[in-house]
């Protein structure tokens, strides 16, 4: 089945530490997308990538880190810097054609909602 | 972007229509209206997007009123699995930052039996 999968879906680090977050799709879609989501609010862009090798910083890209080395692939460091990591966290692609309103159709994975003990 | 206004929370009967509004009163020529939704503890769903015609897909309609300030998603016969936030995203379809979508806080719609 095509689509984008994120794991784990539970995610427990000691403060202090690093955690990479997973986020892979086989629908090959150009774009990719980090979220964050607190308690009864709405996503926050963290990091998006637009093509291969190349990323931009979202709204609340401190403390976080991002590569993306594969087509299918993003995965999202949440760095010791971070001041409050505990959230849930969501990973999205979409359609890589510039200019076209189909590249705004998201589609997200499952999440992963990490708690920092 | 056009920053959009939604009601905090809405109810419906199951079977019902629910008719969730949108206000977008500065939206520009070139943006158009994308609606999402998400169920507790999932990731967002898109359900429909639309320009200036009314738009119908197998989910859900999408009514936008002829000045564009405002839209309506229609849910025909809500389902009691129809229970989530559903967010109104106003967005352009290109520029630099194409795809960089920013989701307010949304309407909680409850269907009830």
């Known amino acids: 089945d095509g689509g984008i999968t994120q794991s784990p879906k539970y995610l427990f680090r000691k403060e202090g530490q690093n955690v990479t977050l997973s986020c892979e799709q086989n629908l090959n879609h150009d774009a990719m997308y980090w979220y964050r989501q607190d308690p009864g609010q709405g996503l926050r862009l963290i990091y998006y990538s637009q093509i291969v090798n190349d990323f931009q910083k979202g709204d609340i890209a401190e403390g976080y880190s991002v590569s993306r080395e594969k087509k299918e692939s993003f995965p999202l460091t949440v760095t010791s810097a971070q001041k409050n990591p505990t959230a849930f966290y969501l990973c999205?692609?979409?359609?890589?054609?510039?200019?076209?309103?189909?590249?705004?159709?998201?589609?997200f994975g499952p999440g992963t909602r990490l708690t920092v003990l | 972007d056009a920053k959009t206004t939604q009601p905090t929370s809405m109810d419906c009967a199951e079977g019902r229509a629910a008719n969730l509004p949108c206000n977008h009163s500065t939206i520009s020529g070139n943006e158009y209206v994308y609606w999402y939704r998400q169920i507790h503890s999932q990731g967002p769903q898109y359900i429909i997007h639309?320009?200036?015609n009314n738009e119908t897909n197998e989910m859900a309609s999408l009514i936008i009123t002829e000045d564009r300030k405002s839209s309506t998603l229609i849910l025909p016969h809500a389902t009691l699995r129809d229970t989530a936030v559903y967010y109104c995203?106003?967005?352009?379809?290109?520029?630099?930052?194409?795809?960089?979508?920013?989701f307010g806080q949304g309407t909680i719609l409850t269907v009830h039996p």
């Open positions: 995203i106003v967005r352009n379809a290109g520029g630099t930052s194409y795809g960089k979508l920013t």
């Open positions: 999205a692609s979409s359609p890589g054609t510039s200019g076209r309103s189909s590249y705004n159709e998201q589609f």
């Open positions: 639309g320009l200036k």
